[in-house]
Nanobody, 123 residues
Framework: QVQLVESGGGSVQAGGSLRLSCEASGYINPSSCMGWFRQAPGKGREGVAHIDSDGNPRYADAVKGRFTISKDNAKNTLYLQMNSLKPEDTAVYSC?????????????????WGQGTQVTVSS
């Protein structure tokens, strides 16, 4: 059974940086989509960034140029480097992985989910 465990969240002032990690236990298909999602209070879950099944990073417009997604297959770990943080980035951040290859990495493709880690950015 696959488990995803996030770490690295915390509180930071606007303009600061955080690095989130998502460690996977169990087998993750190397062609799986792996991504980061976030949910702010009173809002729905939104995609932040993902690495598609071909290994290409994709970003939401709101974080382009500020966030960088990467993964270390040897460590079975997904990362999200977040720079120039803004108060509107405040949310619970969760990582997710699909079971199989997906050309589009749609929301419904994600099967495994972590519990999430809180990121709070103060102005």
């Amino acid at each position: 059974q696959v488990q995803l465990v996030e770490s690295g969240g915390g509180s930071v002032q606007a303009g600061g940086s955080l690095r989130l990690s998502c460690e996977a236990s169990g087998y993750i298909n190397p062609s799986s989509c792996m991504g980061w999602f976030r949910q702010a209070p009173g809002k729905g879950r939104e995609g932040v960034a993902h690495i598609d099944s071909d290994g290409n990073p994709r970003y939401a417009d709101a974080v382009k140029g500020r966030f960088t997604i990467s993964k270390d297959n040897a460590k079975n770990t997904l990362y999200l480097q977040m720079n120039s943080l803004k108060p509107e980035d405040t949310a619970v951040y969760s990582c997710a992985a699909s079971r199989f290859y997906s050309a589009l990495c749609r929301f419904d493709d994600y099967y495994y989910w972590g519990q999430g880690t809180q990121v709070t950015v103060s102005s």
